[in-house]
């Protein structure tokens, strides 16, 4: 199993962008893929999730209206579309595929089995 996340950088405040994560290695029809980020000094937090099978899609309160997950089933990709980008969006993110039926388990890291590598994004004020 391997996910491949991709597509940070460097951009002002207010800006936006989007990130990938390639999925491959199996099926996963019955995962959340969610998008976790981990700023320096601070713990990994939840981010977003989204569901391979019906596109339901969950947001931190941080980030809520301002990120959109989204999946494209063909390309076993799904992305996360960044935008009114702040500092404090300032991270390393990780894209993870959980498949745990327990309810909420897409908020905790410990439930997701398979990592992607991590790609930064760096806000400027």
């Known amino acids: 199993v391997q996910l491949q996340a991709s597509g940070g950088g460097l951009v002002q405040a207010g800006g936006s962008l989007r990130l990938s994560c390639a999925a491959s290695g199996r099926t996963f029809s019955n995962y959340f893929m969610g998008w976790f980020r981990q700023a320096p000094g601070k713990e990994r937090e939840f981010v977003s999730a989204i569901t391979w099978n019906d596109n339901s899609t969950y947001y931190a309160d941080s980030v809520k209206g301002r990120f959109t997950a989204f999946r494209d089933n063909a390309n076993n990709t799904v992305y996360l579309q960044m935008s009114s980008l702040k500092p404090e969006d300032t991270a390393v993110y990780y894209c993870?595929?959980?498949?745990?039926?327990?309810?909420?388990?897409?908020?905790?890291?410990?439930?997701?089995?398979?990592w992607g590598q991590g790609t930064l994004v760096t806000v400027s004020s």
């Open positions: 993870a595929a959980c498949r745990s039926s327990i309810i909420g388990a897409y908020y905790y890291s410990r439930y997701y089995a398979y």
